[in-house]
């Protein structure tokens, strides 16, 4: 029997995994993270925040760069971070760069009453991707409003835009429960009630509603609403693993702002040595062929205790 979460009891994280491997990933200093790459994962560090930002906006350039008439190609990416945004949009508009063959696709949406949020709601995530980015491109540069991919309900649409033009690279972040986009753990109930589903089973997944872990709600009133609890949903509708293994790449970035130095190396040890577990749903992504993390050097932070 797998322990009960010390963090929400009723659900699955990453506190039921094995103490052991949770000390092992407690021990690693930023030296020991470079050495955890291996060929199909990638770890990139960088010194300055600016270079860090920059090249994550350059991840849209890349990808936009070989859309072709014949063969359409874009990028998935995050709302947090969001600083990466507003660089976008000036390289394309100093660049010149046309998106008439370009796609976009946004991971998740806020849902309110079984419905994805509308744009404006406060929270809204397609309004942040258009007001940091898309609104600011100039508008003869601007991709198409369809080539623009929100996740809605029903979510077939959206679905099945991944197989409409290749999705180059899935950017992500990754938040305190150890998730991309809200691929959350999931309750501890039903059939999940001793055991979460098998890696297997997870990675079916494709968009969907999400129930959000206690503690995706907790880190989102904290970055986004000034600690108001009360104002963030519950659920959301997120990008499964079902599309992201559509993906040719998928690129994390890692600031140390939306996670923690422990939460940093538990999925990077656990990708690395191959351990993946719907627990932790990041480190399912140690099956996929073409992952990089991307750390920011100072970000990393270390796991000693540091009374303040």
């Not at 949020?117 to 491109?137: H, K």
């Amino acid at each position: 029997m797998r322990p009960l979460s010390k963090i929400a009891p009723d659900w699955w994280d990453y506190t039921t995994l094995d103490v052991e491997l949770l000390n092992d990933a407690a021990r690693l200093s930023a030296g020991d993270l470079a050495a955890l790459a291996r060929p199909g994962f990638a770890i990139q560090f960088y010194d300055t925040i600016e270079d860090f930002y920059l090249a994550e906006a350059l991840e849209y350039i890349t990808a936009w760069r070989q859309a072709t008439p014949d063969r359409p190609a874009g990028i998935c990416g995050p709302i947090g971070p969001t600083e990466q945004l507003p660089l976008v949009a000036r390289l394309v508009n100093e660049l010149d760069l046309n998106l008439r063959h370009a796609h976009f696709w946004g991971m998740d949406e806020w849902v309110l009453d079984g419905r994805a949020a509308p744009e404006d709601f406060p929270l809204s995530f397609a309004r942040a991707d258009r007001q940091l980015c898309f609104d600011r491109i100039r508008p003869e540069l601007r991709m198409p409003e369809s080539q623009l991919h929100f996740p809605d309900i029903p979510p077939d649409a959206y679905s099945r835009s991944f197989d409409q033009a290749r999705c180059l690279v899935m950017q992500g972040g990754q938040g305190e429960v150890k998730h991309w986009a809200f691929n959350d753990p999931p309750r501890r109930a039903g059939a999940y009630r001793d055991v979460p589903p098998s890696p297997a089973e997870y990675r079916k997944l494709g968009t969907r509603i999400v129930d959000l872990h206690p503690m995706t709600i907790i880190q989102n009133a904290r970055t986004s609403g000034g600690g108001v609890v009360t104002n963030v949903p519950t659920q959301a509708i997120s990008v499964g693993p079902l599309e992201t293994w559509k993906a040719e790449k998928v690129s994390i970035w890692h600031a140390g702002a939306h996670d923690n130095p422990f939460g940093l190396r538990l999925t990077t040890l656990m990708i690395s040595k191959r351990l993946p577990d719907s627990a932790v749903p990041m480190s399912l992504l140690a099956d996929h062929p073409n992952v990089q993390f991307n750390f920011l050097r100072s970000g990393i932070g270390t796991t000693d205790a540091e009374m303040h």
